[in-house]
Nanobody, 115 residues
Framework: QVQLVESGGGLVQPGGSLRLSCAAS????????MGWYRQAPGKQRDMVAA???????NYIDSVKGRFTISRDNAKNTVYLQMTSLKSEDTAVYYC?????????WGKGTLVTVSS
């Protein structure tokens, strides 16, 4: 059974940093597009960043220059390094693995940015 397990969330002050991790128990991890999504209370779930098997990355405008997505295929893990965090980054962050019509989601990790 495929599992994606996120970790690294928590409470951080504005301007602080966090690194999220997503460990995937999926074969051929390197063949999946990996993405981080977030959902704030009362809002829809939106993509934050994604990385292709070849390492090409994509970010939403509001996190460009602040967040960095990376992957370690040897560890079946994708990361999201978040810096200069703002209150509007507060959300549950989800990891997604996709390949063609196949997709898997983690259960999410809460990030709260507050003083």
């Amino acid at each position: 059974q495929v599992q994606l397990v996120e970790s690294g969330g928590g409470l951080v002050q504005p301007g602080g940093s966090l690194r999220l991790s997503c460990a995937a128990s999926v074969s051929s991890f390197g063949n999946y597009i990996m993405g981080w999504y977030r959902q704030a209370p009362g809002k829809q779930r939106d993509m934050v960043a994604a990385i292709t098997p070849g390492g090409t990355t994509n970010y939403i405008d509001s996190v460009k220059g602040r967040f960095t997505i990376s992957r370690d295929n040897a560890k079946n893990t994708v990361y999201l390094q978040m810096t200069s965090l703002k209150s509007e980054d507060t959300a549950v962050y989800y990891c997604r693995a996709s390949r063609g019509l196949i997709e898997y989601w983690g259960k999410g990790t809460l990030v709260t940015v507050s003083s």
